[in-house]
């Protein structure tokens, strides 16, 4: 059987869950606070390393995710069946809080972690300042919609570091008029613009789990990084957690259109004496680039309304929250009726005075 | 090794032979450049080494350059010979001197045309007569004989020709003009030519019409009138030059010199007209007056342009004018013989407020006109007139015909004579009218009001069949709401509000559920990596830039339909040289 660790109350034997914006571990039962930092296997003091790109991508064959999904819990003696990345979860027989260590150690173990900052009695307050403003809700979402299910999950991400250097040409036009009696003239002068140079990026996130909506991980950014800390596996207790199930190689492509964009705009911004500037083409290369593994703490919600899921993502450090919502076509008719009269009453006053 | 010291030396010589070349070429005359230019390929080399080798002797020895052009098409890129020979000239660096006189043929196969220029100063020595007939003889070789070597020969006689003609001083004033400016008292010339042609481009016929005209309007209306024409306008503005030759000619009748000029100048890249006036006449000629005088004559000077003057355009066309300026001293039946000594009155009641002399109106139209007005003037305390006239100018434009009907008739209602005045001038059935609208004794701003009330009457009466029923409708509508609120009503069609109203009620619409539903969106891909940037780690460095093309668009601009006409240069008051005033305006062509 693969390692199980429980965090277990040292006082009282209860199961121990991290307090968010701590760095304690909290005992229920008994009302003990455990710091975090003394929570440490001897397993994590070993393997202080943590994940490195060259040499997981050497060792494609040697240390990958496991297959084995069952596991038994060492408070109760249940069998835990997980899926292929889950790397923290609850015991559902006795609610302990388990730590798969095996799939988060090695070179497996995250580089760093954002511990959560936003507790879970905050959600609602979230979750209501979130649907204030939101002007075509359906008028009777606020009684009919129902939070399903809340989870607070660590998920995993490659943060990734380069610098992008080489040219870049721009298209760029002056426009000039001018005017005789007979005529207005308009002149355009295209020009194209060879540039050449670098930047730098740090920290460029993209989320490492393929069951994770990857427009939704994108629009909880951003996350406060200088707030990372080292991997310690007692920041899980009492969430979910999963590994990584998409290689930095994926992923790469993602981030690289991204840093690709900034540069686009950044060399554009740079222009000045033109009339218009715009990227033709984007020939940088990456150089230096390294990437961190890193769990980033996301609260899931699940909303049913009329039937239908809506899931919010809420950025578990910075509170910021993000999901689809219903769109009430009436309430969208009712609130154009209102600004086309407003606006076709004016205008039309408008006219008759001047007149 | 011995060899190669000689070849080099050999290369030495042939450098050096190249560089002295260019420093003993002639520095007033490029010589690196053929002077005839056979493209149509008409020439042999040696007939072409030939024409050359003349042409540049020519150029050396009368300081006057010498270029002949043969074109097998001349190139879309040009829009007349002239562009091209401007071009030509200018590209290639010909001429002779600082001044870059030069002569240029450019003969264009494809359309069998030729055009014969002269650049710089040369062409203000010589009279315009003798390029017309070096001209001539250029085209009596080509008809004859066709182009070939000939042709160069006869350029380069016809030029010594050309050349011979000019005069012993550059720039020689004509003979009527003072040699001391400062010195001249001006008097009233005695037998003074009405018409002067230095320019020659007037039949006999022509020029005895004209006086005859010139001493009609002179008779009856004690202002003098001349019309003068000449090769140049010798660096002096057209302007200036009529009315140096208006005033040191000692024109003018009366005791204020009154009366007008109108001169020709058939100088190559000075062509224009311009009528002078002064004295009394300096009122009369408007710039509406100048420019509607000038609307008639344009046509007539272009077609002469176009054709050389082969059917006497230029002579009908000021014959045209000066019926044209013989309307303008007209004075209307009404108009008091001695204006100094008017009293102003107010007429009848009983007088009518239609008048339609240019029959633009039924008896029922004015009848009901009438009852409208009379309607009107019982409800406000004032008048309302509508004019219509065959005549479009009675010695000023519209606007002053329409004052001067409505003073002179005693047309105003208490001590302000308040009232408003519409006036329609339809110089004959098909032709536009125009037409003014004014107002007196009204508070707000009457500038503005005579403008939105004409601007509202734009599309019934400024047409060549005028609705002039539905206009005065309109106009007597826009009067009574100046009786009521002192403005009159903006040119907005009724439909506009509505339109206005649907299209901001549907943008408002759109923009406000849009913006509501931006805010419902808060999951999207992340574009960029803004926030991600490490702080001072761009860099960029410019390698160039190139220019690939550049693309010139244009659009006309609108043409002005307003009752004065438009495009005339025109100056209210200026000076001749010796000192009197002066107003005026004329055209290139």
Known sequence: MESVKEFQCPACGAALAFV?????????????????????????????????????????????????????????????????????????????????????????????????????????????????????????????AKISKTLGVYVPFWLYNCRLQGAVNLNGTIVTHYSDKDYDYTSTSHYLLAREGEMAFQHVPVDASVKMDNNLMDSIEPFDFSKMVAFNDAYLAGYVADHFDSDPDAELPRADARMRNSVSQMFAGAESGYTSVSVRNNAMKMVDAAVQYVLLPVYLLHCEYNGKMYQYAINGQTGKIVGELP????????????????AAAIAFAVCVLLQ | MKRVIALLCVLAVLAALCCSTVVFADDVLNLSIYRVNDYADILTDEEQDRADERFVDFAQINQVDLVACFLEKLSDSFTDLQEFSDYFFEHNQFGYGEKKDGILLVIDLGSSKMKLTVYGEVKNRIPEAAYDQMTSAVLTQLNNDGINYNTTETLLSAAKDYLNSQTDEPN???????????????????????????????????????????????????????????????DLSRGVYAADYYFFNGYGMDEEYSGSVLFICMESGNRGWWTAATGKCQSIYTESVINWLDDQLEPYMIAGRNSDNSGGEYGMGVLNYLDNVAELYVTPDWFPSDPQSFMPFHNDPSTPRVVDYAGLLTAEEEAALEAEIASLREKYDADFVILTDTMSIYRSGAAMHADEFYYYNGYGVGEDFKGVILCICQRSPGARPFYSVRTQGFDGDQYENEERMSDRLEDSIYHENPDVYKGAERFLHDAERICKSGRAPRNIHYKVPIIAALIAGLIAGLVTVLSLRAKMKTVAAAAAAQEYIVPGSFKRRELGDMLVNVVVTKTAKPKSSSSGGGGSSYSGSYSSSGGGSFSGGGRSF
């Not at chain 2, 020689?172 to 010339?189: C, E, K, L, S, V």
């Open chain 1, 327 to 342: 769109i009430s076509k009436a309430q969208a008719f009712v609130f154009f009726l209102k600004a086309f009269a407003i």
């Open chain 2, 172 to 234: 020689a004033m004509p003979d009527w003009y003072p040699a001391n400016i400062d010195a001249f008292q001006r008097t009233h010339g005695e037998n003074l030519p009405l018409v002067r042609d230095d320019a020659d481009i007037f039949t006999p016929e022509q020029e005895a019409e004209m006086v005859e005209k010139i001493a009609a309007i002179r008779t009856s209306t004690g202002f003098d009138l001349v019309v003068f024409t000449d090769v140049s306008s010798h």
């Open chain 1, 20 to 144: 968010p914006g701590t760095q304690e571990v909290h005992c229920d039962h008994c009302g003990k606070d455990v710091p975090v930092s003394i929570l440490q296997t001897q397993q994590q003091e070993a393997e202080s390393r943590g994940f490195d790109w060259g040499d997981y991508k050497r060792n494609l064959d040697g240390e990958h995710l496991t297959n084995t999904n069952i596991y038994n819990c060492q408070s109760c003696g249940a069998i835990i069946e997980t899926d292929a990345t889950t790397a923290a979860t609850k015991c559902p027989y006795c609610d302990s809080n388990v730590v798969l260590t095996d799939r988060l150690s090695g070179s497996l173990r995250p580089n760093a972690v954002i511990p959560f900052q936003i507790k879970a009695s905050e959600l609602p307050g979230i979750v209501k300042a979130f649907y204030k403003g939101k002007k075509l809700l359906p008028t009777n979402f606020f009684n009919s």
